[in-house]
């Protein structure tokens, strides 16, 4: 005699109906990309191809999309570099003040945005910066850096030492030790560091909006469009981005798993 039991069914219910609840935002931009619109894209109005294919029509669009890959592309490469060497130094050096290092570095995660965004803009205007692309930049990498210390810090603290002293036992010296060994070891974490470096930047609203100026971003140009029904433009974008995200994903994951049927053999 079969049994019933409700945790069977309760926990993939819920699980389909959490995924349902998070996708239903998505698949309206995609959906309303195709949307044939002329002033709002708030009504349907019938499908096209238009939008896809002239994205550019309205400049504005890409003008702040643009500056978002901009600024998060400069913002990720400074920020994975600089905490890709300060994880390095935490976790393998023992130096004054390290625990105070250690706690201004996790203060960020804990800051709300708005706080530090609003202290970033105090101190640009008392050096006399104009707001622009360069504080907007300076601004994420000083959020964005805690996030790349913590992650790499991580895949440094599990790598072995006796692997790097390996390679000093065969006569490597230190920079080559770190570009055959280390780097290679680390690159998991660095890549993954950068990838969440790179969407918090890309998706950051509040930070850019106080030290940004005149500068427009995606996101920003986004909300101040709701007001009025986002282009379908901005559709087609925000739907591309998502695209790109889960086709980056999907191939990391299927390369991961073909690497392990591989080393199981």
């Not at 104009?130 to 850096?145: C, Q, S, W, Y």
Request: glycine share 4%; net charge positive; proline share 5%.
């Amino acid at each position: 005699m079969t049994r019933f039991s409700l945790g069977k069914y309760l926990l993939p219910t819920y699980v389909a109906l959490t995924f349902l609840f998070l996708m239903i935002p998505i698949g309206y931009t995609f959906v309303f990309s195709f949307n044939d619109s002329i002033k709002s894209n708030i009504i349907w109005r019938g499908f096209t191809l238009d939008n896809w294919l002239d994205v550019c029509d309205q400049a504005e669009v890409c003008t702040a999309f643009s500056n978002s890959i901009l600024i998060a592309v400069s913002a990720t490469a400074v920020s994975t570099v600089l905490g890709t060497m300060i994880a390095i130094a935490l976790v393998r050096y023992r130096f004054k003040f390290r625990s105070a290092t250690n706690l201004l570095l996790f203060l960020p995660l804990a800051t709300p945005e708005v706080v530090m965004g609003a202290g970033l803009a105090a101190q640009f205007l008392d050096f006399g910066w104009p707001k622009g692309l360069p504080t907007v930049i300076i601004a994420h990498v000083m959020f964005t850096l805690s996030f790349v210390v913590v992650t790499v810090k991580a895949r440094v603290a599990t790598l072995d030492p006796a692997l790097e002293e390996a390679g000093r036992d065969l006569y490597a010296n230190p920079a080559q030790v770190f570009m055959k060994v280390t780097l290679p070891l680390l690159l998991p974490g660095i890549l993954a560091a950068a990838m969440l470096a790179f969407a918090l930047s890309f998706d950051d609203f509040i930070i850019t909006q106080f030290n940004s100026g005149a500068v427009d971003t995606f996101p920003k140009f986004v909300y101040t469009a709701a007001a009025r029904g986002i282009p379908p433009e901005a559709n087609v974008i925000g739907s591309f981005v998502f695209i790109v995200a889960i086709a980056i994903v999907v191939t990391v994951q299927v390369r991961a798993s073909l690497k392990r049927k591989k080393l199981a053999k």
